[in-house]
């Protein structure tokens, strides 16, 4: 049929429809769609994928392995089968000690990085970081955990994501010592671009954190800027500074704020603000 069996008009075809374009009856329908139910993003037309998940670097495998689910509806020698069955299929999944260390330090991150509510990015980077460690030989007598706590640590300062190093610590499983030892060996052996952490950096989060009003974020910034330029930042901790100029806004403002809630957001004592603070009115 090339004509429309009414008018006589032009057929056209949109979706699964033939409709006319003069009077717009539709003259067929096929409730099946014919085309092309796989979509990439990345290769074109090279890889048309129309099942399975995407591949992920948060994983020693990739997103590969497959699991035995749990039913509650088996009973007896079934149900102890399948508990067999499930912890063979789990020990099949790490070929050798290597994917082993892997796993457990993909693992590490995922949980950290859920817990500091970073991004899919930052985790994806630490695990490619830690991979890249592992692969110079450097976990060899540290830590696990304390590598996985130092990839997150390192891409959140090469990434410039505000994360202090007791916040990192407060959510590992490793000690300070264990994390900067691991900081150190990849910084040094890999050569990470990280330089000193701006405090400037820390003042959106932390203002947020204290309610304080935009004005006092921005006389905030400002004053940052007068610390570098007269070198106060210098020798500091950087969290410190930052609550320290906020505190100074707030003051100026007349805007109620306590040397002890803004120290307790920064995860500084209230002695360390005060002395940024003097210097700050000096």
């Not at 329908?29 to 048309?48: H, K, L, M, S």
């Not at 106060?232 to 707030?250: E, F, K, Q």
């Not at 920064?266 to 009115?281: G, P």
Request: overall charge positive.
């Amino acid at each position: 049929m090339e004509s429309c069996p009414e008018c006589e008009g032009t057929l056209k075809a949109e979706g699964c429809e033939t409709i006319c374009a003069r009077c717009g009856l539709v003259v067929t329908e096929d409730a099946i769609d014919r085309g092309p139910e796989w979509r990439t993003f990345e290769d074109g037309d090279q890889e048309r994928a129309r099942t399975g998940a995407p591949l992920t670097r948060s994983r020693h495998d990739k997103g590969l392995s497959t699991e035995i689910g749990r039913s509650t509806r088996l009973k007896g020698r079934k149900r102890r089968r399948l508990s067999r069955m499930r912890r063979e299929h789990g020990r099949a999944q790490v070929g050798s000690k290597r994917d082993r260390n892997k796993m457990f330090g993909f693992l590490g991150i995922r949980r950290m990085v859920s817990t500091l509510d970073l991004s899919a990015t930052i985790r994806d980077r630490a695990c490619v970081l830690f991979e890249s460690a592992q692969d110079d030989d450097l976990l060899r007598g540290r830590s696990i955990e304390g590598f996985a706590a130092a990839a997150v640590y390192a891409t959140c300062r090469t990434a410039e994501v505000t994360r202090t190093l007791d916040e990192i610590v407060a959510v590992a499983q490793a000690d300070r010592d264990e994390l900067k030892a691991a900081y150190d060996a990849l910084n040094r052996e890999l050569g990470l671009p990280t330089g000193p952490i701006d405090p400037r950096e820390f003042l959106p989060r932390f203002a947020t954190e204290l309610d304080l009003p935009q004005s006092i974020e921005r006389r905030a910034r400002e004053l940052a800027d007068e610390a570098f330029e007269r070198g106060i930042v210098s020798g500091r901790n950087p969290g410190g500074v930052a609550v320290a100029c906020l505190y100074t806004a707030a003051c100026e403002q007349d805007v109620s704020l306590t040397q002890k809630r803004a120290a307790s957001v920064a995860d500084v004592s209230a002695v360390t603000l005060r002395s940024t603070y003097k210097r700050l009115q000096e």
